[in-house]
Structures are given as C-alpha cells and as structure tokens.
C-alpha cells in the first residue's frame, strides 16, 4: 500500500460545481497535514493546512478523519482559476519527512 | 521576501556530463529539502537539511547524486556523470520550522541526452 494514495482524476466539472478530493495514508501517527496546488510547469504552493476541527478558507475546506486516515478537500462555487493539480501532503512522525501524494488533476470548464 | 531561489532554470546536458544544481532557501528558514518530479514517478523527496546538517538522504537515487548545505543561504545538488533516466525537474523548497507547510522554487527543468 502507497504510503499517500489520491484519485489522480481527472475530475472535469462546469464552474459553479462542487467538487471533493479525497486522500488516504497509511502511517497512523502522522503528524501534519496540507494541500498543495501545482500548476502546469510550475512549483507546487500551499494552499492550506488541514487539522482535525477543519479548515476553512473562502471556498475551500479541509477535513481530517484521523480514525479512518484520510484528509480531504472540498471546493465549492469552482471557477476556472482553480483548474491544476492539487496534492496531498502528510509529514511523517519526527516532523521532517514529508510525502506528497501523486495528485488529483481537476478541470474546471465554462 | 525573494522566496526559494533555484538555478539554473533549465539546464540541457550531454549524458555522462557534471550537472550542478543550486538553491538559496528564504532566509531565516531552517529546513532545506530537495525534491524531483517525473510524470511517472510524482514527487520523491531526495534529501533534506535542518540546520544545514543532512538529516536523511534516503531519497538519494544512486551514488551519482549529492548534496550539500556548506552554510544557511545555500545548497547544491550533484549528479556527477548525468544519465538521461536523470532528466526531471528538481525542486527545491524550504521551511522555517519542522511540521509546517514548504516554499517551493520555481525549480530547474534538466535535460540529459
């Protein structure tokens, strides 16, 4: 079993959609959480943390299940700015090692 | 805050050639990591430093490559002789404390034919 395992998609949607990523991990005792975006040719970015009370940042929101060890994503009122490839992330115990998921691509079309 | 700076942003390279790639962390941060990226294989973390110290280079793919942190503004990664199974783009990013999240630089595209 991948460490980090992510539907690597494509999720193709129409703007205005919901849409919710999902990411599993295999080490109970992770310790930290995030989503990144990365789009074509370009660097990964952060775009938020994921705790266990959820994160919520305008459109966007993060949950973790730890009792099922999985971290998901949620974007509401998609636009087509938010067309990329968004990864998951989790930092192992000892705070240093941190494993990417292989990503989930999403379209977003008008 | 210039963010991670990397260099060179493209480097195209015969095969057998030294290929010396360079990064300068955001200063004041204290992690340095060194990431590649292939379509097959995603993001595999190659190295990383805390404290200009490596803390585990398990990533490192062969004996080819490595890496080295001589003070806190500047690291290099070394694939001495290249192979074209090395082409990818490697990303360097930095943290300012253990746990948070990384600034990525915008990476270095490297060619070996």
């Known amino acids: 079993r991948k460490e980090v395992e992510q539907d690597p998609g494509p999720f193709n949607v129409p703007e205005g959609a919901t849409v919710a990523f999902n990411c599993t991990y295999s080490n109970s005792a992770s310790q930290s959480f995030f989503w990144y975006r990365q789009d074509c040719r370009k660097e990964p970015k952060l775009l938020m943390s994921v705790y266990s009370s959820g994160n919520e940042d305008g459109r966007f929101t993060a949950q973790l299940n730890r009792a099922s060890q999985y971290i998901s994503l949620l974007i509401r009122d998609s636009k087509l700015s938010d067309s990329a490839t968004y990864l998951c992330v989790v930092i192992e115990p000892g705070g240093f090692k941190t494993i990417f998921g292989a990503g989930t691509r999403l379209f977003v079309k008008a | 805050d210039a963010g991670v700076i990397q260099s060179p942003r493209h480097e195209v390279t015969e095969m057998g050639q030294e290929v010396t790639l360079r990064c300068k962390p955001i200063?004041?941060?204290?992690?340095l990591f060194w990431y590649r990226q292939t379509m097959m294989r995603g993001l595999e973390l190659l190295i990383y430093?805390?404290?200009?110290?490596?803390?585990?280079d398990s990533g490192m793919p062969e004996d080819r490559f490595s890496a080295k942190m001589p003070n806190a503004s500047f690291s290099t990664l070394k694939i001495q002789p290249s192979e074209p199974r090395d082409s990818a783009v490697y990303f360097c990013a930095s943290s300012l404390l253990e746990g948070l999240g990384y600034t990525f630089g915008s990476g270095t595209r490297l060619t070996v034919v």
């Open positions: 430093f805390n404290n200009n110290v490596p803390i585990d």
């Open positions: 200063s004041g941060h204290n992690s």
